[in-house]
């Protein structure tokens, strides 16, 4: 009778061992420790984990299993990685589809060029620009390396040049320009025939009263415009003169000079000869301003041409003096000479 109870405990042990409710087991959906389990909290598949390395999710997996020699991508959310074709596809979890184009970088022209569609590596986006496709980085709209803006009216009202937004490549960390919205809103029309002055650091231009005003970004309070200076200091015994309404302040030759804001030089003085002596988004207008605020002659000084242009030119090329009634603007990273009216292409004379 011993013997028959000690077999019957050694056979109930073994049950509970096999019992598939047990806590231990490796092959229980409930087990805390289960490398197969959707609920594990270690689990590298685990596309509700917080500590989850990749984002496949089989909801829209066609049956196959990746066996082709391409990495698994880093799908950007919504999207997920799904295995279709015995490959990754990043597709919408909704539609299985691959996502919609993101075209916050297209420039608005229709693909003309014999080029079809790009496959964009995982932190590009396909853009389409001049009429072609291009692959951009989505922070600057530029290929990567490339700056999305020099100045600040390389940027729409609402927004300002970051020196500092973007890198040179994926796992680079330096530094590369691009537009960032700008907390300060603009009240009016611009109704002056100037260009966007580039304010100093920490500041931007805004429209205040039919022209430009400079601000800080982060009060909105205005400040000084300094687009004048000439990067000296006044150290002269000259006290700070108040300029008139239609002039600014200039910090010039180590002292103070009340200037035309067109020029950057006393009225009657011109501000420039040819386009070169202006920036990109300006050419030479021989009829920029006059030689004082109440008089109607002509002065030279840079005007804005108002024609889209790239922030930098990337050809070992001088920028084009294009004749009257046309200036340069640099498209695919070289210079253009286009109809001031129409912004239409012409031949440089």
Known sequence: MKIFVAILATLTLWLAGCDDNTVGSSNNVNNTNNSNNTNNS???????????????????DDGSLPT?????????????IAWIGGCYSCVDPETCQPPIRDTICDDGTDVLC?????????????????????????????PWGQPGCVLDGDCALTEYCD??????????D?????????????????????????????????VSDGCWSCVDLST????????CDDGTTPSCEMVEPVCAEDEILAWQNQCYACVNAITCEPWGTPGCETDMEC???????????????????CVAGCAPHGCETEPLALCNTLRPD????????????????????????????
């Not at 270690?42 to 829209?60: A, F, Q």
């Not at 020196?163 to 680079?172: A, G, I, K, L, R």
């Open 42 to 60: 270690s689990n590298v598949n685990n596309v509700n984990n917080s500590s989850n390395t990749t984002n496949h999710n089989p909801v829209c």
């Open 68 to 80: 082709c020699l391409l990495e698994e991508p880093s799908c950007f959310a919504p999207n997920i």
């Open 114 to 142: 014999e080029s079809n569609k790009p496959e964009c590596d995982l932190d590009e986006i396909p853009a389409i620009q001049n009429e072609c496709w291009i692959c951009v980085n989505p922070a600057t709209c530029m």
């Open 163 to 172: 020196m500092c937004v973007t890198s040179s490549c994926p796992e680079c």
């Open 174 to 206: 330096d530094c590369v320009a691009a537009c960032l919205d700008q907390p300060c809103a603009t009240w009016s029309a611009l109704t002056c025939n100037r260009a966007r002055p580039d304010c100093a650091a920490g500041a931007t231009a805004i």
């Open 220 to 227: 909105c309070e205005p400040v000084r415009d300094s687009t």
């Open 279 to 297: 920036n990109h988004l300006e050419y030479c207008d021989f009829c920029a301003t006059s030689s004082g605020s109440l008089l109607a002659d």
């Open 322 to 349: 294009c004749g009257e009634g046309a200036a340069a603007v640099i498209v695919d990273g070289c210079y253009q000479c286009v109809d001031l009216q129409t912004c239409a292409p012409v031949n440089a004379l």
